[in-house]
């Protein structure tokens, strides 16, 4: 009988997990603006394992890659009309809607301020800027669609070139492929020739000579584009993207037809993708750079000191110029500053302390640019 009793009991536990896990009674589809091997799309599917973890299987989250449904710049078009009822890309993709995009995903050289990009996902969930983000999408671009800052990705490496370079000076003879918008208008300030393309086109464009030099996302992202391939000299260095933060957006409605408990379940898994983001853009850029180093013969410069004091000059003014005409640019530049204000001092002090422990082993020859 105890035996019956346990048969029983156990084929209960089955029936009970096999109804959980067919129990799906919502779908969410994300559309990546990145490859499936992208490390951003790597994360959202992680993000997905945890929503239908969570949720008890109720939920069912498919991750697209880039140019499933639609190209990376109509991402927000498809999830705001439902096609999709969700997409990763950045604010900035959207900066042709309203300015102001650049200053959630990228706010460039930390607006000439000092920020860096741990201030900036501090701003964005202990301050105010996830209430901003929303107002952008939902008022000013007029989405319907919940937004999340989650998939922080900086700093930027400056980018790939020929050769190696001392001074500023030097740099700006180069063509370089540069994000549009405030990233590029920076680097114009500083007098530099500046071409916009999406990512697909860059190798084979500087293979035709129509540009010099070039940036995209990190080491292991840049790998699989093949940048190592036309160029060896890598600056890690820069200021356009130094703070690079993905987003992830829902369709409001679908999100808000949601039981509250599932809500919840989203808010929660959205709010992990930080530490998980963060985490895996150290061991995959590590190990994608020690590869380039020691299996492809990429060089690691240093970018030149003088590039730093100037472009953090150019990055203000132009900011400051798009506040002055745009009275919601002004609204989240002026939150930001305000948090630059009372974040930098500390970080600047009490993070300083890794860099001087980082160099210290590194010119005392401890650790090394992947060369012995």
Known sequence: ???????LAAAAVLAIGGTANAAAKYELKIQAAQGVSSIYSQVLIRLGNRIERLSDG????????????????????VVDKGVVNGGQAWTH????????????????????LGLDQQSVVSWLWEGEGQKLLNEYYQKYVKADVKAYCVMPMGPEPFGWFKQSYKTLDEIRKVKFRSPPGVPSLSFKELGMAVVAMPGPDIVPSAQRGVIDAAEWIGPADDMILGMHEVWKHFYLQGLHQVISIGDIIINKTWFESLPKHLQDVIDDSMYATIADMSLYNISANSKALKDLVTKHGVKI?????????????????????????????????????????????YQTRA??????????????????????
Not at 351 to 372: E, H, L, Q, S
Request: proline content about 4%; charged content about 20%; glycine content about 8%.
């Open 1 to 7: 009988m105890k035996k019956l009793v346990a048969m």
């Open 58 to 77: 109720q939920i069912k989250v498919e991750v697209l890659g880039e140019g499933a449904i639609a190209k990376g710049g109509n991402i927000l078009d």
């Open 93 to 112: 993709y959207w900066s042709g809607k309203h300015p102001a995009g650049v200053l959630f995903a990228a706010p460039t050289a930390g607006l000439g």
């Open 301 to 345: 410069e240093n970018t030149p000191p003088d590039y730093v004091e100037a472009y953090m000059a150019a990055a203000l003014k132009v900011n400051q110029q798009f506040a002055e005409k745009d009275e919601f640019y002004a609204k989240v530049f002026n939150s930001l500053k305000a948090w630059a204000e009372m974040t930098v001092p």
């Open 351 to 372: 993070n300083g302390i890794y860099y001087m422990m980082n160099k210290t082993a590194m010119d005392k020859g401890i650790i090394t640019d992947y060369v012995k």
